[in-house]
């Protein structure tokens, strides 16, 4: 009997039999058949090419030698829990797997499963989509993207380097004086000299100390890196920020205040792309109030709702124009005349990533809030 499935009615048993084969045979993916115990029945051409098995070498063996562990000492027992539950796991579903070919290595690959039955016995059809183009096409995005982060983060500090200079300069100066003094108290001589000497030895250690932890930062910040999301402090996360992100804003005549709430849980996060975005929201707010007689940055940290913390930068500037408000974050929008126009959209870019939100307000004074939230982690989770 011709299967009803084909409208060619015109064609005999024996066609039917080469018309299977070579659907089977011609078919793109691997398709692979087991019986009932895990058992492998057919294995067509392309799954040959995947694995690098040859049918003779896998037909009768069990289907969990395709498998990587740990997913091969259990797939029997995946199996027979189907048998027993009935419980669909992965039969009509589909899912990304592992596979493992002949030579050991891995890759990934989208697998199918139908059951069916032949002669009473039940059988399970595998379809298998290898991924490795795919994932190898992401990975490559991902590169990119940090190397478009890190790019952005050095352009963030090469903008940020006379005041960073100075910075650094401050503790430098500081430890001259401090050993200028130590040495002019030895040669006074005296009773207390020593103890006076210490005391300037001990400074310039601190001012020294000072000095290597902004260049720790500062390398920590502009250094290049794969992504690295940990279960982090915000409000330390934050302060670092301002150490980068503000520097120099004081002596601009900027009051930079920060309200840094005590009751935060960690999040899990990127820590240098969060500062990242700090940063770049603080650089805005300094750039905004260039034009502005008062000039206020407040930075505050808090959980308003159980699920979420939320930061804010409130400059007290001209706020946003209202020409470009619309397409804040979109990329190339700016109104500066050296500006990228990139920040606000990597903001969003990552804050995203991490499964927050960001967005702008209009204080009630005037000036402009940003803003963003990120989930809490549940403890089990973390
Ligand atoms: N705090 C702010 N106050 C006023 N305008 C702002 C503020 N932050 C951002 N903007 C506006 O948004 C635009 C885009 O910002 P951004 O994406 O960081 O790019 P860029 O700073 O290179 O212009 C800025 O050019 C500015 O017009
Ligand atoms: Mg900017």
Known sequence: MPSPDLVSTSLSEADHEVLFRTVINTAVDGIIVIDEAGRMLLFNRAAENLFGYTPPEVLGRNVDMLMPEPYRSRHDSFLQRYMTTGEKRIIGIGREVTAQRKDGSTFPMYLSVGEGRVRGMRVFLGIIHDLTDR??????????????????????????????????????????????????????????AIGRVREFMDKAVSQTQRAGQIIRRLRNFIEKRDSDRQLEDLNSCVEEAIALGLVGAPDRDVRITTELANDLPPVMIDRIQLQQVMINLMRNAVEALESATERKILIRTQRPAPDFVQVSVTDSGPGIPPDIVSNLF???????????????????????????????????GGGAEFAFRLPVVEETQA
């Open 135 to 192: 994932t190898s096409r992401e990975r490559d995005f991902q590169e990119l993207q940090n190397e478009l982060l890190h790019a952005l983060r050095l352009t963030a500090m090469g903008q940020l380097t006379s005041a960073l200079a100075h910075e650094l300069n401050q503790p430098l100066t500081a430890v001259m004086n401090y050993l200028n003094a130590a040495r002019r108290t030895l040669d006074a001589g005296g009773e207390q």
């Open 330 to 364: 979109i990329p190339f929008s700016t109104t500066k005349a050296k500006g990228l126009g990139m920040g606000l959209t990597i903001c969003k870019a990552i804050i995203e990533a991490h499964n927050g939100r960001i967005w702008v307000a209009a204080p009630k």
